[in-house]
């Protein structure tokens, strides 16, 4: 028997790899459901593995009894090989994912300008309504840190497709009053790498992280970062507005490694 339970939105864990193989799964774990305690109800204990596709997560469980016959395990086998999601298209919601181009799309080290629906809020999430949002696409050379940029692939890292170095800057939203991006005409300078406004003299680096104040600034105000993956199909998808404080040094060296 297959159950496949769903599906809340994990934006930040890679998309599983298909078709998905009887072999992937694995026990759950002893702790959650007890052997003594399927062998006392007398049911064959579970394996389990997650699967992500198109903007959502979802926990497949198998249960193969001992008595189940040949036939009966290939069966199983081609069932869970059939599993498959319908192909993304670029401009399109995958749950709450913006569909992108395909990755082949975006060079290493390019920085596209791109729009989004998103949300804008000035310093409070009940001061916020929903718009068309300008920012920028990152695809960097190295790769996401784990475990804040990029959540680890299950239950085995070949699992999953290979989530790139994605990622997008220019919200202008703002986390606290006194702010300065939400004022910001965000563009990009690709002779030093650097993001600014065309009305004040902030700056900041190619990961969102301050360089320049403008004058009278309350504190130094990073632009919102934001998770993007490859989906299953090669698509990228990312979670618009839904952005965080741009990296650490130490998840920020394996993203621009140079």
Known sequence: MLLVDGPPMIGTWPDSR???????????????????????????????RPIDANGQHYTALVLIGPAASA????????????????????????????????????PVGSFTLVHAP???CDGSVYRCFAADQPFYLVHAPG????????????????????PGAFYALGWT?????????SACHLR??????????????ARWDRAGRVIRTPPGAAFP???????AKIAWDGH????????????RAAAYAPLWPQ
């Open 221 to 227: 105000d990073g632009l919102q970062f934001a998770f």
């Open 143 to 162: 790769r996401l840190h784990q475990p804040d940029l990029i959540g680890p692939c299950q239950p085995t890292r070949s699992a999953c497709t290979p």
């Open 18 to 48: 298909f078709p998905v193989a009887l072999s992937t799964f694995a026990p759950s774990h002893p702790g959650n459901f007890p052997p003594r305690d399927c062998s006392r109800l007398g049911v064959p204990h579970e394996l389990t």
């Open 71 to 106: 036939r009966a395990r290939a069966a199983i086998k081609t069932v869970i090989a059939s599993v498959a999601f319908p192909p993304l298209h670029t401009g399109e919601r995958a749950g709450d994912e913006s569909v992108l181009g395909p990755a082949r799309s975006y």
């Open 118 to 120: 998103g949300q804008v």
């Open 188 to 201: 990009f300078d690709r002779r030093d790498e650097q993001f600014y406004c065309t009305n004040s003299p």
């Open 236 to 247: 990228v998808v990312f979670l618009p507005g839904d952005g965080g404080n741009p990296p």
């Open 173 to 181: 939203s703002e986390d606290v009053r006194g702010g300065y991006r």
